[in-house]
C-alpha cells in the first residue's frame, strides 16, 4: 500500500469515527485487485462488446486487456462468457467478486446470496468461477501486473476522492433509514462502463450488514479512468449505497410487493432495457430514486429536486413524486416509524391504493396473468 493510500485509508476511519464515536461504520475507498481480475477476464468476452468504453478505453483498461489478451482461451474466460450468455451481467458480476477474499487465495469470504446463485443457474457455476479465476491469477502472475500500476491507481483514487466528503452520504443514509452497516466499502472499477455504479449488500453470519458501491469509469477517456468526484460522486453514493437499506426493506414483503406488478406492467418495457426485470427490483428502484430526490434536496437545497424528479420521471420512474410524498410521511413520524423497516408496509399499502385508483382494468388483469 503507498502512502498516498494510506493516508486516504485513515482520513476516511477518523472522518467516520468523528459521526458516532462509538458505533460509527467503517469507510472504505479503493481499487479491488480482485474486481480488476475480473475486470480484465471480462474484456475478452461478449461483455465488453455491450459494455465497453468509446475509443477504446483509458490507458490502464488498455494495458488490462492487453494483458489478459494471451489468456482469452483460459478455463476462466470460457466461464465468464458461458456467464455472460445466461444473463449473469449488470451488477451480478460485481456482486460475485464483493464475496470473494483477497488475492492470491481468492477463498469464499461470504456465502453467495440466492439473487446470485439464481442469476448464475447454480452455486456450483459460481465456484467453478471462482476457482478458474484463482488458477488465472497465478498462471499470468496478475498481482505482479497489479503490483506495477498500484502507484498510479493509488493517484487515481486519491484524485477522485479529493472533494469527496463520504461521511456526508453515509451518515444521511443512516440517519434516515435507522440504522447502521458493520462497513461500508466504496470500490472505484477503472475497467468497467459506462460511468455510473453498483450496490451490492452482504449479509454476515452475525446478522450484520456490508455495503459495497462498485462505481465505474466514465467509459469516455482515453488517458487516465476518471470517474464522478464531489457532490456528483456522493450523489451516486447515496444511491448505490442506499440499495443497501431499501432492497431488504422492500424484499421482506414478497406478497405485497408481487401485488403491485400492475404498477410495473405499465413500465416494464422500458424497466427491462435497463436491466430492471421484475416488479421487485423496480419497486426498489423507484423507492430508492425517490430517496435520491429526498437527499439532494436536503443536502444540497430545495432547487434541485424538481430537476431530480424530472430526471427519473424521464426513465420511466413515474413514481417517483408520490413516493417521494409517502417518504415525507415518513419523516415527519419517525416517533411512530424508528426505522424505515416500520415503515414499508404503509409505504406499499398506499402503493396499493395508487393502483387501485390509477390502473386501467388491462393493467390489473395483466398483473394477475403469468407473462
Known amino acids: 500500500m503507498t502512502k498516498k493510500m494510506l493516508m486516504l485509508g485513515l482520513s476516511l476511519l477518523i472522518v467516520a469515527a468523528a459521526v458516532c464515536p462509538s458505533t460509527a461504520s467503517e469507510i472504505y475507498v479503493r481499487i479491488s485487485p480482485e474486481m480488476e481480475l475480473l475486470s480484465g477476464v471480462l474484456s475478452q468476452t461478449s461483455w465488453i462488446a ?30 465468464a462468457q458461458r456467464l455472460t450468455d445466461r444473463g449473469f451481467t449488470y451488477d451480478a458480476q460485481p456482486a460475485f467478486a464483493a464475496h470473494l477474499g483477497p488475492l492470491p487465495d481468492l477463498e469464499l469470504a461470504y456465502e453467495y446470496s440466492e439473487y446470485l446463485i439464481q442469476r448464475a443457474g447454480s452455486r456450483k457455476n ?43 452520504a453515509k451518515g444521511w443514509l443512516e440517519q434516515f433509514f435507522g440504522w447502521e452497516a458493520a462497513e461500508f466499502h466504496l470500490i472505484l472499477a477503472p475497467a468497467m462502463f459506462p460511468g455510473g455504479g453498483y450496490g451490492v449488500t452482504i449479509d454476515t453470519p452475525d446478522g450484520g450488514l456490508i ?36 432492497n431488504p426493506s422492500i ?52 432547487a434541485v429536486v424538481e430537476e431530480q424528479i424530472a430526471y427519473h420521471e424521464n426513465r420511466g420512474f413515474y413514481l417517483t413524486r408520490f413516493v417521494l410524498e409517502q417518504l415525507e410521511v415518513y ?30 382494468w388491462w393493467e390489473k388483469l395483466r398483473g394477475i396473468l403469468p407473462f
Open 50 to 79: 455491450h459494455r465497453g468504453p468509446a475509443n477504446g478505453g483509458n490507458e490502464y483498461f488498455r494495458a488490462l486487456q492487453e494483458f489478459f489478451d494471451p489468456y482469452r482461451e483460459h478455463e476462466a474466460v470460457k466461464i
Open 126 to 168: 459460481l465456484e467453478d468461477f471462482r476457482l478458474a479465476l484463482k488458477t488465472l491469477a497465478e498462471e499470468a502472475r496478475f498481482m505482479d501486473f497489479y503490483a506495477a500500476w498500484e502507484p498510479y491507481l493509488a493517484e487515481i483514487v486519491a484524485e477522485t476522492t479529493a472533494e469527496f466528503e463520504p461521511e456526508t
Open 211 to 246: 455495503a459495497y458501491q462498485i462505481t465505474r469509469e466514465n467509459g469516455i477517456s482515453t488517458d487516465r479512468p476518471e470517474f464522478p468526484t464531489g457532490q456528483s460522486l456522493e450523489q451516486l453514493t447515496v444511491h448505490e449505497l442506499g440499495h443497501s437499506f431499501v
Open 251 to 302: 424484499d421482506a414483503y414478497p406478497k405485497e410487493v408481487n401485488k403491485l406488478r400492475p404498477l410495473y406492467n405499465r413500465v416494464r418495457s422500458e424497466m427491462e432495457r435497463q436491466a430492471y426485470g421484475s416488479v421487485g427490483i423496480f419497486l426498489n428502484e423507484q423507492v430508492l430514486r425517490a430517496v435520491e430526490v429526498l437527499a439532494a434536496g436536503e443536502l444540497y437545497g430545495a
Open 331 to 360: 419523516q415527519s413520524n419517525r416517533d411512530q416509524y424508528p426505522t424505515f423497516r416500520e415503515f414499508v408496509p404503509v409505504l406499499l399499502s398506499q402503493l396499493a391504493d395508487y393502483q387501485a385508483e390509477n390502473c386501467s
